[in-house]
């Protein structure tokens, strides 16, 4: 993993050199590596010592081990920075510590789903198991379909939750070791393993007639992406959808500390948290966190790892605004933006209200991310890396803290853009 994240550091150089964005007036503006670039002191600003102490204390509150934070305003990156513990033995989080973006990461499988529609290879109308003509019509795991309600599901159903997947007998995504000992496999199922499972269930609903939020559906988007392009998901969405959104040091993550990225953030327990058996089925207790659940399999539903910073670039690229190039059209961002009621999701994200109001939620064991984007123009960013209790409840709370300071201290942010340098 190493050697590759490498590879993708060296890519990514060649291509923040390569990209330059000419203003119309002015001098060159060339994307920076955001990961390689920002540091906390560039965000110590005479005025905001308010803002650290509520996040600071936000962290005392929940107990929580390390916070970043990331704040941008019309596409430009106007502060940065990390609180907390990144590892033990002192080490700090710093703008370019990445965390698991846990349900963020729907949020970035879905813009994949939009670009492959502004290309011409999918649509969100098109069917996804009909036989003989639907995108995984013909795998073989779709034999197991006795509901024939599936041949129903579109694209779109699976991106709005609204497909009808049963998690009545448990999250598949979150049952591993449970369906090791019932179907007697001996390693943890793949994607198409566990779709024998998942797609010999009955449909809660017709299709489209109701929501129930799944992973699984995201998982068989993944599923989609690496079938109509025939690549693997991550590299497909790292070559056509971060690369092109100034996004370089994005990652699948791993299950293990020993297989975290090096500037990637330890994941930690709540206090006096139990260690649970290990998702594989072998006879080791684990911190839930680091082997609890199967973190690598979850891919576009919930794998991806990231800093901060560039998850507010990933927004900035999307948003149609113009300082920063947007990667798809008004028209799929309008899609993606469209206001929701109380019982339809959003493309991607978790929320979007009348106001242009926008968020994305993640929870995982030892991580949660907010998105919020405010119809003002400001994108806060928030990711944490400690497990908590009550986590609609933090959430909220996080919410609320990004309420009170915008109030505080908006007025008081820097007008620079730490995207670009000069």
Not at 62 to 69: D, K, R, T, V
Not at 316 to 333: E, K, N, T, W, Y
Request: some cysteine; proline content about 5%; glycine content about 8%.
């Amino acid at each position: 993993m190493r050697i590759r994240y490498k590879i993708l550091l060296l890519l990514a150089a060649f291509a923040a050199v390569a990209w330059q964005v000419l203003p119309q007036d002015g001098p060159v503006h060339v994307p920076v590596i955001l990961n390689q670039t920002l540091t906390n002191e560039m965000s110590d600003i005479e005025g905001l010592e308010g803002l650290d102490a509520n996040m600071e204390e936000f962290l005392r509150h929940w107990n929580i081990h390390g916070a970043s934070l990331a704040i941008m305003r019309n596409d430009s990156l106007v502060y940065a920075k990390g609180y907390g513990q990144a590892d033990n033995g002192g080490v700090a989080v710093g703008p370019s510590t990445i965390f698991r973006l846990a349900s963020v990461s729907k949020l970035i499988t879905a813009i994949g789903i939009m670009v492959l529609q502004e290309r011409g290879q999918l649509s969100l109308s098109d069917k996804v198991f009909t036989p003989n003509g639907g995108i995984l019509g013909n795998e073989p795991y779709t034999g197991y379909i006795s509901d024939r309600r599936y041949f129903d599901i579109t694209v779109e159903h699976l991106l709005r939750h609204s497909a009808g997947l049963s998690s009545s007998a448990g999250d598949p995504m979150f049952s591993t070791r449970t369906l090791m000992r019932r179907y007697g496999w001996t390693t943890p199922p793949d994607a198409a393993t566990l779709s024998r499972h998942a797609l010999s269930l009955r449909l809660q609903f017709d299709p489209g007639t109701s929501s129930t939020y799944s992973n699984y559906g995201y998982l068989l988007l993944s599923m989609i992406i690496e079938k109509v392009t025939g690549q693997p998901y991550e590299q497909w969405i790292y070559e056509n959808v971060l690369l092109p959104a100034g996004c370089y040091d994005m990652h699948l993550g791993g299950n293990s500390y020993e297989e975290k990225y090096p500037n990637e953030t330890r994941y930690f327990p709540m206090r006096n948290e139990a260690k649970v058996s290990k998702y594989d089925n072998t006879p080791v207790m684990v911190e839930r966190c680091y082997g609890g659940n199967d973190i690598t399999a979850l891919k576009g539903a919930g794998a991806w790892v990231a800093s901060a910073p560039e998850v507010a670039r990933l927004v900035a690229s999307i948003d149609g605004r113009l300082q920063v190039p947007d990667i798809l059209s008004a028209g799929s961002i309008a899609d993606m933006t469209a206001p929701t009621d109380s019982v339809t999701y959003a493309l991607g994200w978790i929320d979007t209200k009348e106001t242009g109001e926008w968020t994305r939620t993640g929870t995982l064991s030892g991580t949660s991310a907010l998105i919020k984007y405010y119809p003002d123009g400001e994108c806060w960013v928030m990711i944490t890396n400690t497990s908590t209790y009550r986590a609609a409840r933090f959430t909220n709370d996080i919410a609320a803290l990004f309420a009170k300071s915008r109030e505080e201290f908006s007025p008081l942010l820097p007008k620079r853009n730490l995207f670009y340098s000069e």
